[in-house]
Structures are given as structure tokens and as C-alpha cells.
């Protein structure tokens, strides 16, 4: 079994100020984690994931994560918000090997505050 | 060029009718989902399939049914809706299931009256 909780259904943060969405993960199995992000009236699209490799990556638009398996967490960070970051941003986690389905967390919507 | 597209993008509806959504991808991806995001953005699966084979079915109501006529298209037929089908469905295709990044669709928007 796996799961993700997102803290906060809500951040807001001023245009220039640091971005930290939170993510805690559970999962059985190693965990290939995801950030995905959604635009208003849009699908959602890739912007990192985490395959076992380094545990720092960074993904596009400015954004990185950083998997840490003592705390079981994967918070999602941009050291200067932009006002096109304004969205809604889903964490999910599958496991590896054999048909494993992605879960996803339940979103946090950020607010960028001119 | 869509990579993943979807048909129609709003659909209102009454209850107890009969409707289908269509998917189709161009990315040569074999896995295929589907996903329902309810008003408050929550997220879930329902179905996926690879290489035309469903491998993933979550408790979903009889009602919804897939069809995979080939890797590329994935359909959902939805048998008397119900005012609690109302949400956006998504869907999303992988090269493989889980690991692999989900590419996502622009989504249809189901309204049931």
C-alpha cells in the first residue's frame, strides 16, 4: 500500500519569496515520487520525479526536491516565486517494478501575492 | 502536435443518460489511464491499461466501462449517470505503468443535471 499527504491545501507566498509545498510519503516498496503541476482548465504536467538515483532533483521552471527516506518526504521548493507559479501542485508516489499504479496527493494550491 | 487528447472537452448531460468520452495519444506510449478529479481536485484512478490489457481496475462502479481498441485509444462509456459522476475526467498515458511519467490530457468536463 502507498499513500502521499500534502500539507496545507492552501499556500500562499509573495512574488519573490521562497516556495516549500510539503510532501510525506508512505509506501511499502522503494518509491518513484512525482511533482506534478496543474494550470487552471488544464491536465497536469510533469515537472520532477525521483527513480532511486540522486536524492536532489530539480525539475523545470525552477523547481527541485529533495527525497529524504529517514522522514519520508519529498517537499517541493523554489527559492523565488514567479506569479505564473500560481497553481494547483499534486505529489504522488508509485511503487517500483511490476504494474504499480501512481497515487496521487489530494493538492496544494499556491497563491503568488504581487 | 496534441500528445494527448480527449473529445469532447464539456459534456452536460441528464441523468440517466449514456455517454463516452474518447482518448487518444500519439506519443507511442502502451499504458493508458484513466482519472477522475472531483470538485475538490482530488485525484484517482480508475482504470489503466497496457498494451490493450486492463491492469489496473479500483472499485468503480459497473456502470464505467473502458474500451482499448489499440495502444493508442482508450475510451470510457458511462451507463446511466448519476449526479455524483459530475467531475473532470482525465486521460494520461505512460511508456510504462507507474515509474515512467503520466502525460495528461486537457480533460473533459461532465456535468450531470
Known amino acids: 500500500a502507498q499513500s502521499v499527504t500534502q500539507l496545507g491545501s492552501h499556500v500562499s507566498v509573495s512574488e519573490g519569496a521562497l516556495v516549500l509545498l510539503r510532501c510525506n510519503y508512505s509506501?511499502?516498496?522503494?518509491?518513484?515520487l512525482f511533482w506534478y503541476v496543474q494550470y487552471p482548465n488544464q491536465g497536469l504536467q510533469l515537472l520532477l520525479k525521483?527513480?532511486?538515483?540522486?536524492?536532489l532533483v530539480k525539475g523545470i521552471n525552477g523547481f527541485e526536491a529533495e527525497f529524504k527516506k529517514s522522514e519520508t518526504s519529498f517537499h517541493l521548493t523554489k527559492p523565488s516565486a514567479h506569479m505564473r507559479d500560481a497553481a494547483e501542485y499534486f505529489c504522488?508516489?508509485?511503487?517500483?517494478?511490476?504494474?504499480?499504479?501512481?497515487?496521487f496527493g489530494t493538492g496544494t494550491k499556491l497563491q503568488v501575492i504581487p | 502536435d496534441t500528445a494527448v487528447s480527449q473529445t469532447p472537452k464539456y459534456l452536460v448531460t441528464q441523468m440517466g443518460n449514456d455517454k463516452s468520452i474518447k482518448c487518444e495519444q500519439n506519443?507511442?506510449?502502451?499504458?493508458m489511464y484513466w482519472y477522475k478529479q472531483d470538485s475538490k481536485k482530488f485525484l484517482k484512478i480508475m482504470f489503466s491499461?497496457?498494451?490493450?490489457?486492463?491492469?489496473i481496475n479500483e472499485t468503480v462502479p459497473n456502470r464505467f466501462s473502458p474500451k482499448s481498441p489499440d495502444k493508442a485509444h482508450l475510451n470510457l462509456h458511462i451507463n446511466s449517470l448519476e449526479l455524483g459522476d459530475s467531475a473532470v475526467y482525465f486521460c494520461?498515458?505512460?511508456?510504462?505503468?507507474?515509474?515512467?511519467?503520466?502525460?495528461f490530457g486537457p480533460g473533459t468536463r461532465l456535468l450531470v443535471l
Open positions: 504522488a508516489v508509485s511503487g517500483s517494478g511490476g504494474y504499480q499504479k501512481v497515487t
Open positions: 506519443l507511442g506510449h502502451d499504458t
Open positions: 494520461a498515458s505512460s511508456q510504462v505503468p507507474g515509474e515512467e511519467t503520466q502525460y
Open positions: 509506501s511499502s516498496v522503494p518509491p518513484y
Open positions: 491499461y497496457n498494451n490493450k490489457e486492463l491492469i
Open positions: 525521483y527513480t532511486s538515483a540522486a536524492t
